[in-house]
């Protein structure tokens, strides 16, 4: 799957593996549907949600989740045909909502995204482009 993968998705499976060794975990493992393409930033283009929720790092199995959600990454394919990562964090949930033209993802936070706490989960959603974005919770 990796060989046929764009580079920017790569490097997200690079970061996989490099965290793993960073907390003194063993051999990374993929499921088969880490990695979603689709078109969410309505320009034709395939762009990409690369979702470690099922990954799995010996040893550590808290790597790529925790009580704030696993790590995702969104990556859009831009004009020139590079990927860009327009976004990556963890969420405990999303959704893709139907859309003409751009899709908007319903991300589903830690509650102190929201200014709570862990309980109930903070629902936040983004219209996907080609610009990166993150959640911040309130100070």
Not at 9 to 32: H, I, L, W
Not at 33 to 38: E, F, I, S
Not at 66 to 85: A, E, F, H, Q, Y
Not at 96 to 118: K, P, W
């Amino acid at each position: 799957m990796l060989a046929t993968t764009p580079s920017g998705v790569r490097k997200a499976f690079r970061y996989a593996n490099d965290e793993c060794t960073r907390q003194g975990g063993g051999a990374v493992s993929f499921a088969p549907d880490t990695v979603r393409k689709l078109d969410l930033s309505g320009d034709g283009r395939d762009d990409y949600i690369v979702d470690f929720r099922e990954t799995v790092c010996a040893d550590r199995e808290v790597a790529y989740c925790g009580t704030g959600g696993c790590s995702l990454d969104i990556l859009v394919t831009l004009p020139n045909g590079k990927i860009r990562s327009v976004f990556s964090d963890r969420v405990r949930a999303y959704e893709i909502l139907a859309g003409e033209v751009a899709r908007i993802i319903r991300f589903e936070l830690h509650g102190s995204y929201c200014g709570g706490h862990g309980n109930p989960s903070c629902i936040k959603e983004y219209r996907i482009t080609a610009k990166p974005f993150e959640f911040k919770m309130p100070k």
